[in-house]
C-alpha cells in the first residue's frame, strides 16, 4: 500500500500521448489565426465532450504534438512540436509558429496519442512593401447559433479566401423563446437551440464557444484559411460598452463578467499571446500590412467607448450626440490610428471595424426628425468627424463593418454625412442572425431617399468577398436563399465597385 501510494505521488503532473481519450478529443475542431509573413496562430482545443463540464477533460496538462508542413500530405514537415494544453486554459492550445515562407499555403494539424485533428490550411502574408498584383479575402460575422445554419460559412471556405476577417457576434450571450420573433414583429421559425441559460460566468461562456464550434460548417470556414477577428457586443452582453452593460450593474461586478468572457473568448480564438486577457482587458487593436497593396486595421470600438448618448437605442436627436468628450476607440487607439495611415505603407487602406460608420438617418416612417441607432458611430459625431479627418484625402480607405444584419455600400462623408466625400464603407450582412431575411427589409426605400451617401442595401444573410487590385476594389455580396433550412443555394447580391483615388461606390 505505501509503495502504489509513493507511485502515485510521483506520477507525472502531465498526462503524455500515451494516455487515451473515450472519445475523439478534437471534436471542436482547430483553426489558425493572424498571418503575418513569416507564419500564423493555429488553434486547437481538447473536448471530448464539449458541453460536460471541462469539455470532458480531466484537471491536469495535456501534451499535445503539433506539425505544420508544405503539402496537404504531410510529406514535407517544416515546423513541430509540442505544446501543453492547460486546464486553466479549458485545455486550449495557441501555437505561434514562426520562420515560414511568405505569400503561400501551409497545412496544419494536431495529434495527441492515437488521435489525430482534421489537417487545416493557413496562408502567409506577403513580407509588407512586397509588389502584390490581387488579394482576395472575406468578411463575416454575427452568426446567432439559434437563429440559423452556417451554411454560408461553407461556401466561404469554397470561395478560396488569402484570410478571413471576423467582426465580432461570434457567440450570442443570450437565448431565445422557442418562438423568436423577427425584425417585422412576426413569429419566425426556430431552428436550433442555445444549450444554457444566458451566460455570466465562465463556465457559460466555455460551453456556449463549446456548442458554436461543435457546427461542421463554421470548422470547414476556419480549415479553409487563418481568421483576423475581432470582437462585438455579443461576445460579452447586447450593447456594453467599457465597464458599462445593459443590466445596469455595478461596474465591479460586470468588470468580473467580463473578466470571463474575454478569457472564453481567447480560449476559443487563434489569437497572439499579444492578445492574452489581463486585468485591463484584451489587447485585441492591431495592424496587418499585406505586400504593398492593403494595409489592414483592425479596430477595438467596445472596450474604450464612452456611454451609449440618449440612454441608447434608436433615438432622435440629443445633444450627447455631439459630445465632444465622447470616444468610440479611446485617444490611445485613436492616436495609434493617425500614425499608422500617416505611414501611407500601402495602395490600400482598410478599417476592419465592428460598428457602421454612415451616420444612417432610420426614419422608415413619418417621423419629424432625424433617428440614429446610438449603439453605431451615428450616436458619436465628434470620434467619427476625427477619424473622417484622419482619412481626409487619402483616396484609398475602404471602412468594413458588420453588426447590422444587413448589407449596406455606400459613401462616408464629413459633417455629418452633408459634407465632402472620404471614404466608402461595405456593411457586411449576418451569417444567421435574424434569420432568412429578404432582399429588402420593409422601408428600405424610405432609408435610401433619406440618406443619399448609402448606394445599396440587401437583407440576406452571407458575407463578403473582396477581390483587391491596384486600381479597383471590387467587393462581392455573397448571400444564400435561406439559413432556417438545410443546403441554401449561395448567390452574389450585389457587387461594388471602388476606384483607387475615388471616394466613390457603383453597385450592379
Keep these: 500500500m505505501i509503495g502504489a501510494t509513493a507511485a502515485m505521488i510521483g506520477a507525472p503532473a502531465i498526462l503524455r500521448a500515451q494516455q487515451l481519450f473515450a472519445a475523439y ?11 503575418a509573413a513569416d507564419g500564423f496562430v493555429i488553434w486547437t482545443r481538447l473536448a471530448p465532450d464539449p458541453l460536460a463540464e471541462h469539455g470532458g477533460m480531466p484537471m491536469q496538462p495535456v501534451e ?21 494544453a492547460r486546464p486553466e486554459l479549458a485545455h486550449s ?13 501551409y497545412w496544419y494539424r494536431f495529434t495527441v496519442g492515437s488521435e489525430r485533428s482534421t489537417a487545416g490550411c493557413a496562408r502567409t502574408l506577403p513580407i509588407a512593401g512586397a509588389s502584390l498584383d490581387r488579394l482576395r479575402f472575406a468578411v463575416a460575422g454575427c452568426q446567432n447559433y439559434e437563429d440559423g445554419l452556417y451554411t454560408a460559412y461553407r461556401h466561404l471556405a469554397a470561395d478560396d479566401p488569402a484570410f478571413v476577417f471576423h467582426y465580432g457576434d461570434y457567440i450570442y450571450e443570450g437565448r431565445s423563446a422557442p418562438m423568436p420573433v423577427g425584425y417585422d414583429g412576426k413569429p419566425r421559425r426556430f431552428v436550433r437551440e442555445h444549450a444554457g441559460q444566458k451566460l455570466f460566468d465562465l463556465a457559460d461562456y466555455r460551453r456556449r464557444y463549446a456548442q458554436y464550434k461543435t457546427d461542421p460548417d463554421l470548422q470547414a470556414a476556419h480549415a479553409a484559411a487563418a481568421w483576423f477577428v475581432t470582437f462585438d457586443d455579443h461576445e460579452i452582453e447586447n450593447n456594453w460598452v467599457g465597464e458599462i452593460d445593459q443590466e445596469k450593474d455595478p461596474p465591479e461586478v460586470f468588470a468580473l463578467r467580463r473578466a470571463a468572457a474575454f478569457q472564453a473568448y481567447y480560449e476559443h480564438m487563434p489569437l497572439r499571446r499579444s492578445a492574452f486577457p489581463g486585468p485591463a482587458g484584451m489587447q485585441i487593436y492591431r495592424r496587418a500590412t499585406v505586400g504593398n497593396l492593403l494595409d489592414l486595421h483592425l479596430l477595438d470600438t467596445r472596450q474604450f467607448r464612452t456611454d451609449q448618448p440618449c440612454d441608447d437605442g434608436f433615438k432622435t436627436r440629443c445633444a450627447g450626440w455631439a459630445d ?15 500614425n499608422a495611415l500617416k505611414q501611407k505603407k500601402a495602395r490600400w487602406n482598410a ?19 432625424p433617428i440614429r441607432n446610438m449603439d453605431s458611430w451615428g450616436g458619436y459625431d465628434a470620434p467619427r468627424e476625427r477619424v473622417l479627418k484622419m482619412v481626409e484625402g487619402l483616396g484609398n480607405m475602404v471602412v468594413l463593418t458588420g453588426d447590422e ?24 450582412t449576418s451569417i444567421t442572425s435574424g434569420g432568412d431575411g429578404a432582399d429588402r427589409r420593409g422601408g428600405e426605400d424610405r432609408i435610401r431617399a433619406r440618406n443619399p451617401f448609402l448606394a445599396w442595401t440587401n437583407d440576406r444573410r452571407g458575407y463578403l468577398l473582396c477581390d483587391v487590385n491596384a486600381d479597383q476594389w471590387k467587393t462581392n455580396f455573397r448571400t444564400v436563399d435561406t439559413v432556417t433550412r438545410p443546403d441554401g443555394v449561395i448567390k452574389t447580391s450585389g457587387t461594388a465597385i471602388v476606384e483607387h483615388g475615388r471616394a466613390a461606390v457603383k453597385v450592379t
Design 25 to 35: 478529443p478534437f471534436r471542436l475542431g482547430i483553426a489558425a489565426g493572424d498571418p
Design 64 to 84: 499535445v504534438e503539433w506539425q505544420v508542413a508544405t503539402d496537404p500530405r504531410f510529406a514535407t514537415l517544416v515546423a513541430g512540436s509540442k505544446a501543453l
Design 93 to 105: 492550445v495557441h501555437v505561434e509558429v514562426a520562420g515560414l515562407q511568405p505569400d503561400r499555403p
Design 324 to 338: 465632444p468628450a465622447a470616444q468610440v476607440m479611446g485617444r490611445t487607439q485613436e492616436a495609434w490610428l493617425a
Design 351 to 369: 478599417l476592419a471595424q465592428q460598428v457602421m460608420m454612415m451616420p444612417l438617418d432610420r426614419r422608415t416612417g413619418d417621423e419629424p426628425v
Design 405 to 428: 444584419h444587413q448589407n449596406y455600400a455606400g459613401v462616408l462623408r464629413t459633417d455629418g454625412g452633408q459634407g465632402d466625400a472620404v471614404a466608402v464603407e461595405f456593411v457586411g
